[in-house]
């Protein structure tokens, strides 16, 4: 059975979830969404702006629409890219505390 320490644990899910954040919300990884998803600024009955997301196509890019607009479904396949690169990629492990130094500044950031 393989073991996680839990420093390295704590910094894997931070590192998830800096990952998850940049692929389903971030402005820079948006050009990954476009082709699957079509965003909109919508005023709502209370007068504050809501996102609205549609999903294009259907088949595979349906599909990977439906993935990319679930934060919940993107975190899970982040986790096990981030927990794969951990046992078998160890030299990349700079890489994922940065990930993670930049999930917890994420973290903070929006609690105040």
Same mark, same amino acid.
């Given at each position: ?33 476009? #082709?699957?998803?079509?965003?909109? @600024?919508?005023?709502?009955?209370s !007068?504050?702006?809501?996102? @609205?997301?549609?999903?294009? !196509? ?5 599909? *990977?629409g439906?993935?990319?607009?679930? $934060? ?13 690169? $951990? $046992?078998?990629? #160890?030299?990349?492990? #700079? *890489? @994922? ?5 930049? !999930? ?9």
């Amino acid at each position: 059975m393989l073991a996680i320490e839990w420093l390295d644990f704590f910094i894997l899910i931070l590192a998830t979830f800096r990952l998850t954040h940049l692929i389903v919300f971030d402005d820079i990884t948006s050009f990954i969404r476009k #082709p699957f998803l079509t965003s909109t @600024i919508q005023e709502n009955a209370s !007068g504050q702006l809501e996102e @609205i997301i549609e999903i294009k !196509g259907s088949g595979l890019r349906h599909f *990977i629409g439906s993935l990319l607009s679930c $934060y919940w479904c993107v975190g899970f396949w982040c986790s096990l890219i981030t927990v794969f690169i $951990y $046992y078998f990629f #160890p030299a990349v492990f #700079p *890489i @994922i505390v940065v990930f993670a130094v930049a !999930g917890a500044a994420a973290f903070i950031e929006s609690k105040t």
